[in-house]
């Protein structure tokens, strides 16, 4: 495709394309039928050290900002993979490294970058708040040198293949925190401690291959050496991951929309009905130019916004835009793809359905439209809050 020859990190772009070649179509399929997790997968990536890019070299990463893994992750979803079994531990490994003791960083990262442990799950949703964060109610209460952890928390993926997990919970009661956004801590929970000690898995099954999960706190005891930061101030910790969670899906989100354009273009040059090419028509022609229009766009909003994550400026409208352009463009050229695959758009075999299926996610997760057009509206353009 043209202007590739613009793109940032060639050589990661080739190796992690060499690396998703063995990984095709059929592997994903067997998966996706099964529910089941992509542990060769993830295995390899982590072994190429693909997955620690982000953390410092001191710490055995590549040492690399937050645009190189942007580009790991579009690129194993342009090649027709799915990062969402392990993009976590890209955004929740930036909440233990800026807000983590010396102890706690040198203790786990060494062990995250080497595959040792694995960072992969993310705690933050409960079902009775919803996007109200402020609302959640999973408590940690002090006794001694523990805390005693009490809730619940659903859709929180790649817990049952997650050695940690970063937990968002309450340590005041917001109705007797000074803000409503003060009050909440951050532990990291050892996964291989909780289960069965406090801690209760229970998967979720979705309409794509997520791995996502409900979680039950019975009394859970997490040492209080596992606090990031300080007690009561995790949502403002939580935040700035949120922000390199939002570049680094919306990045997925190009490569999903590049995967959508480039089997599009291929299929519509090849298939001849009516005795020529469906490519040459404009009905078929149209949508997959504007698609590419749309990833373009969306692509230039990534780019800044990770330009302002990597600068450590305010970057959180921009990462809302980002998120909101690739998801859109993403589904777009989805849709697209479905049509000029006429019926075998549907058929399994071809992997359209189940890419079509999997970037839908990203309208809803890891933030709603609605709530970012609400950020936009009212931090941007000065409308009226409606909450
Ligand atoms: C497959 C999957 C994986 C996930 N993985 C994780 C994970 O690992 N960790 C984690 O913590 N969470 C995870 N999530 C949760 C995800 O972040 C939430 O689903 C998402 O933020 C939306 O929250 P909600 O589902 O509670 O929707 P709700 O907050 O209940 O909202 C429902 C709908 O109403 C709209 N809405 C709500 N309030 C308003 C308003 N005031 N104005 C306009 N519209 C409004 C929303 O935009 C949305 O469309 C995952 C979700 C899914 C589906």
Redesign the pocket.
Known sequence: MSHDSDQTFPEIREAVRRLCARFPGAYWRALDRDREYPTAFVTALTEAGFLSVLIPETYGGSGLGLSAGAAVLEEIHRSGCNGGACH?QMYTMGTVLAHGSPAQKQGYLPKVASGELRLQA????EPDA??DTTRITTFARREGDHYVVSGKKL???RAEHSDLMVLLCRTTARADAAKPSEGMSVLLVDMRQAVGNGLTIRPVR?M?N?A?TELFFEDLRVPVANLIGEEGQGFRYILSGMNAERILIAAECIGDARFFIDRASAYARDRSVFGRPIGQNQGVQFPIARAYVQMIAAELMVQKAAALFEAGLPCGTEANMAKLAASEASWYAADMCVQTHGGFGFAEEYDIERKFRETR?YQ????????IL?HVATHVLDLPK??
Request: hydrophobic share 45%; no cysteine; glycine share 8%.
């Open positions: 976590a993310f705690g933050v949703t919803g996007t859709w929180i993926s979705t794509i997520h996502t996610l809803v997760a890891p933030i709603s439209t609605n709530l609400s409606s909450f």
